[in-house]
């Protein structure tokens, strides 16, 4: 009888465990979760010499969970071009910060404002834009 009565303790036990477990979940489901943080979205470089330099655009995954950075609409615009130097989707961990380059090719002297599309991953896929302003300046 002793055996019996540890055996529905145990399941006693395990019952609460998975009802503690269900609940958390459920809660967490139910929380929306909070959006990437991307910092600057647009960096001002001023005046530029034509030819290359490399933007850095942080960003921060705040959730709980890792999620991914899905890709980047490279594109040009006139006088500049904005490429990825990162092939692939990149994988950014929970309250990690995440250091993405570009590359930003100055082809004609002149004024510019480019932005390009980057796609994250936050319960869904967000796509958040991101650029370079300045004025490409002579040889």
């Known amino acids: 009888m002793l055996w019996a009565a540890r055996i529905c303790g145990a399941a006693a036990v395990v019952c609460a465990v998975l009802a503690v477990v269900e609940y958390v979940r459920e809660e967490r489901l139910n929380r929306p979760e909070l959006p990437w943080v991307v910092s600057p979205e647009v960096v001002e470089v001023g005046d530029v010499p034509l ?6 655009f942080e960003m921060t995954n705040p959730a709980d ?36 380059e570009c590359d930003l090719k100055v082809r004609e002297p002149g004024p510019f404002d480019l932005r390009i599309a980057v796609f994250l991953e936050d319960g869904g896929i967000r796509t958040v834009m991101i650029g370079a302003k300045g004025t490409g300046t002579g040889p």
């Not at 030819?51 to 850095?56: C, S």
């Not at 130097?85 to 995440?98: D, N």
């Open 65 to 100: 969970r890792p999620r991914r950075i899905v890709g980047l609409n490279e594109g040009c615009s006139g006088t500049v071009c904005i490429l990825s130097r990162h092939r692939g989707q990149v994988t950014v961990g929970p309250g990690e910060t995440f250091r993405y």
């Open 51 to 56: 030819g290359e330099r490399v933007l850095t």
